[in-house]
């Protein structure tokens, strides 16, 4: 028996403008566009996608599951999210080497330093 992995599903009360908003966060490519439900994946036919489905209950927690993203460049990758309508926030996470944004309906995700090491001066 094979087990693949299909797509991160995220509740949404707008799961088109949230879907939308993560598509031009991530550069991903929209596979599913309609009320009910929006896939975005990082291409037509690569797997995992995420996929935003309607509900209309509120998010009153924190996240159990998030996602990881690593940029080349953390700083310049935190300020293009938050100029996309991201938000820092705490949760408590203390002083680390990663920073915990929420995207624009709370939900939480960390953007981590980069793997590479920085250039020498």
């Not at 094979?2 to 966060?25: I, K, R, S």
């Not at 009320?35 to 797997?47: G, K, Q």
């Not at 935003?52 to 509120?58: G, L, R, W």
Request: net charge negative; aromatic share 6%.
């Amino acid at each position: 028996m094979t087990l693949g992995w299909e797509q991160v599903v995220v509740d949404a009360d707008q799961p088109a403008v949230l879907g939308a908003w993560w598509a031009q966060a991530l550069n991903w490519t929209v596979v599913t566009d309609s009320a009910e439900e929006y896939e975005i994946r990082a291409e037509p036919d690569r797997l995992p996608g995420i996929l935003f489905v309607s509900v209309q209950d509120v998010k009153q927690a924190k996240n159990r599951l998030h996602l990881d993203l690593r940029p080349d460049d953390q700083a310049t990758e935190v300020e293009r999210l938050i100029a996309l309508g991201a938000r820092r926030v705490d949760v408590g996470q203390g002083q680390q080497t990663w920073v915990v944004l929420a995207d624009p309906v709370g939900n939480e995700f960390c953007v981590l330093a980069s793997r590479r090491a920085p250039a020498a001066e």
